[in-house]
């Protein structure tokens, strides 16, 4: 069975330029999840959809931050612009509450 | 903020020894569960304990819980060099259904 598939691995960019992840999830998976791992911390949520809806995205900064799920199958995360503090590990999830199931994440670095 | 804590922040061990290591967590929960993540698989699941569950096996793995004390326990027994990794409790919170709320990790280093 596939697993999550995310692209691109690694990233590096200028503070306030723009940067897009992509998530593929396992396939019939209807929720999925993106999360923010900083150094030396656990994977936070940033938001969760269901299909193509948004569940939950309280911990989105939405003034620089967006996520869509077109068809409820492929993810896009973008950041615009980026800043220092963004420098982390960005990891796509699908399952549900009971198991998710990672992605290998984007490491980015934000310069 | 983070739900979950874990305790110790790094741990280190020769491999056979067995490795403990706790979360503590502040709300009600539907379940928790432990991952692992290395640099070579990712974050992978290792186990979930319900609420209403006290103890789990999962091969050389084993998780009680205590929800009077909010504090659940991994142990891993007989440990490998390949157990290398940071260990995650996450927390399915009643009051969120379906988000899991991970720890900071504990750092597990097995020295062979």
């Known amino acids: 069975e596939a697993g999550v598939a995310q692209s691109p691995r690694y990233k590096i960019i200028e503070k306030r330029q723009s940067v897009a992840f992509w998530c593929n999830p396992i396939s019939g998976h209807a929720t999925l999840y993106w999360y923010q791992q900083i150094l030396g911390q656990g994977p936070k949520l940033l938001i969760q959809?269901?299909?193509?809806?948004?569940?939950?995205d309280s911990q989105l900064p939405k003034d620089r931050f967006s996520a869509e799920r077109l068809k409820g199958v492929d993810s896009t995360l973008k950041i615009q612009p980026a800043k220092l503090e963004d420098s982390a590990v960005y990891l796509c999830?699908?399952?549900?509450?009971?198991?998710?199931?990672f992605g290998p994440g984007t490491r980015l670095t934000v310069l | 903020s983070q739900q979950g804590e874990e305790d110790p922040q790094a741990l280190s061990i020769q491999e056979g020894e067995n490795a403990t290591m706790n979360c503590s967590y502040k709300t009600s929960i539907n379940n928790l569960q432990w991952y692992r993540q290395n640099s070579g698989r990712g974050l992978v699941h290792l186990i979930l304990i319900r609420s209403n569950e006290r103890e789990k096996h999962s091969g050389r793995l084993r998780v009680t819980l205590d929800t009077s004390k909010k504090s659940s326990s991994l142990l891993i027994t007989a440990s490998r060099a390949a157990d290398t990794a940071s260990y995650f409790c996450?927390?399915?919170?009643?009051?969120?259904?379906?988000?899991?709320?991970f720890g900071a990790g504990t750092q597990v280093v097995v020295t062979p």
């Open positions: 999830a699908s399952g549900d509450y009971n198991e998710q199931f």
């Open positions: 996450a927390t399915d919170a009643t009051d969120s259904w379906g988000k899991l709320q």
């Open positions: 959809f269901q299909n193509n809806g948004v569940v939950d």
